[in-house]
């Protein structure tokens, strides 16, 4: 029981972690030129709580911006990598130490060949000589978007407080996967498109409704039909989550490999979710008195009110 409540109350203490965390994204480019290597880089960096985060790209080779622009919620630079005196070998993401964000770095040769790499604060430089594995980039993303998606956490948690049994827990929390996963996929291949702040403003209402339902102790149309009310709600969450994803793109020789292992890493990080409440809340209805297992439900409602609030705001303004 602390250990839930202190968490949700880290979520109030901080404006900043009421949106997911958004990876930055490196793209560099081998072109054709006369000289022995030569790059266009292309690095999006995202905006959080209307701050840009500072970040620099620094790499062994001579780097030259050549231009910047801003874009609904992130900054984009493009910088010219002249390799000419040594192959490009170093890449290092200044400032990333002070955020809690990851870049993801997508390197394409003249060859063919492609290098996806992840960089994070805990070490925000890397050797392209050592061989770091790409593959599973897609799928790290996946499970901290999930883990830090706030948001996410707490519509999960309000639908195991609506089912009891493990049937039903089975059959809400799948109906609300497939629902996510399809939006996911729609919205990754510009299928459907919606704009990012109504979406992230109805799925905080979605958890005010959950969190005001779970408090009524008579029988409501919300908890005779959790797994309708899941899948509906589910549909949202999806766009959200394409919402981090936008953000880096897939990649054009692997993109259904990319969804896959993104919506692989949501799901392992759902799980996780899962199995902690789940344990949770078996303890508190054992051990605690029915006012302490509700508290949680009245934390979750008042986090979620001011996310409403304040992102129907910034559609407003």
Request: net charge negative.
């Amino acid at each position: 029981m602390r250990a839930f409540l202190l968490i949700l109350l880290l979520l109030i203490s901080s404006h900043a972690i009421s949106h997911e965390i958004r990876p930055a994204f490196l793209q560099i480019v081998e072109i054709d030129s006369d000289q022995e290597q030569f790059f266009e880089a292309s690095f999006r960096q995202p905006q959080i709580n209307g701050r840009y985060l500072g970040l620099q790209l620094q790499t062994n080779c001579e780097g030259t911006t050549t231009s910047a622009s801003l874009t609904d919620g992130a900054l984009i630079e493009s910088i010219q990598l002249n390799c000419a005196a040594a192959e490009l070998e170093t890449i290092s993401i200044n400032g990333l130490e002070r955020t809690l964000i990851d870049t993801l770095v997508s390197i394409q040769f003249k060859n063919g060949d492609v290098q996806e790499l992840l960089i994070n604060g805990e070490k925000p430089s890397i050797q392209l000589s050592e061989g770091t594995p790409s593959v599973p980039v897609y799928l790290t993303i996946g499970i901290e978007h999930l883990l830090f998606g706030f948001d996410h956490i707490l519509f999960v948690i309000m639908l195991l407080y609506m089912v009891h049994r493990p049937i039903q827990i089975l059959i809400v929390i799948t109906s609300f996967t497939i629902a996510h996963s399809l939006t996911l996929a729609l919205s990754a291949f510009n299928v459907v498109t919606l704009s990012a702040a109504p979406v992230e403003a109805i799925i905080a209402g979605s958890i005010v409704l959950l969190a005001f339902e779970n408090l009524k102790d008579k029988p409501t149309l919300t908890k005779q039909y959790p797994t309708i009310i899941a899948f509906g709600f589910g549909l949202l969450h999806g766009l959200g989550f394409a919402g981090a994803l936008a953000e880096i793109g897939l990649p054009e020789n692997s993109q259904l490999l990319a969804l896959f292992l993104f919506n692989v890493g949501i799901e392992i990080g759902q799980l996780a979710i899962i199995t902690f409440v789940l344990g949770f809340l078996t303890i508190a209805r054992i051990r605690y008195q029915q006012v302490l297992y509700q508290l949680p439900l009245f934390l979750t409602g008042s986090i979620a009110s001011y996310w409403f609030i304040e992102r129907s705001w910034q559609i407003l303004m």
